[in-house]
């Protein structure tokens, strides 16, 4: 009887921790979201796709965007986080996944007019191939480390560095 209460215990304990609450960083999200928008002259009033906890997913999966096709014309247009992404990476780069998954979201609306109401979905490039996927999403990384570390904070590390060269440097003044 003890070990099935243990392993009663250890069931609920499991349950509870795939069942706490994420917080994703909004503000971040949102900045995204408008520059993507900008790369791809989607609508301004363009939503975001629903964005859910699951592990419902492919077991190496952390992150994915998903979207009805003939083949899977049931798929819900989402992206999908595994909640031990939330647990593993830091909030960098779980941003930076989300605007790699927005990316796509929106390339495949604009493939498909924009149009929110299709029942399924056509991907007409293969976006990890694509330039374009590629600028946008190298781009975000720049969007994101500059709302983390201002500018003044690189250029006081810029500063420190330059003051650690000249330290090093074998110059002298007559």
């Not at 989607?42 to 965007?65: H, K, Q, S, V, Y």
């Not at 029942?119 to 994101?144: G, S």
């Amino acid at each position: 009887m003890r070990l099935v209460t243990m392993a009663f215990l250890f069931c609920l304990a499991s349950s509870i921790a795939y069942a706490q609450t994420y917080e994703l960083d909004w503000r971040v999200i949102n900045q995204e979201w408008k520059f993507i928008k900008e790369q791809t002259g989607a609508p301004e009033e363009l939503p975001l796709p629903p964005i859910i906890f699951t592990t419902d997913m492919p077991p190496a999966a952390r992150m994915m965007f998903q979207y009805p096709t003939d083949d899977n014309p049931n798929d819900r247009m989402v992206i999908m986080i595994n909640p031990k992404t939330m647990e593993t990476y830091d909030r960098e780069m779980i941003d930076w996944g989300l605007g790699h998954e927005l990316t796509h979201y929106a390339m495949i609306l604009e493939e498909n007019a924009w149009d929110l109401t299709k029942k399924t979905y056509v991907q007409e490039t293969r976006h990890h191939c694509n330039p374009r996927f590629m600028r946008i999403t190298r781009q975000i990384a720049d969007l994101i480390y500059n709302i983390y570390h201002d500018e003044r904070a690189k250029y006081q590390r810029s500063e420190e560095h330059t003051s650690e060269l000249q330290s090093q440097s074998t110059i002298s003044y007559a």
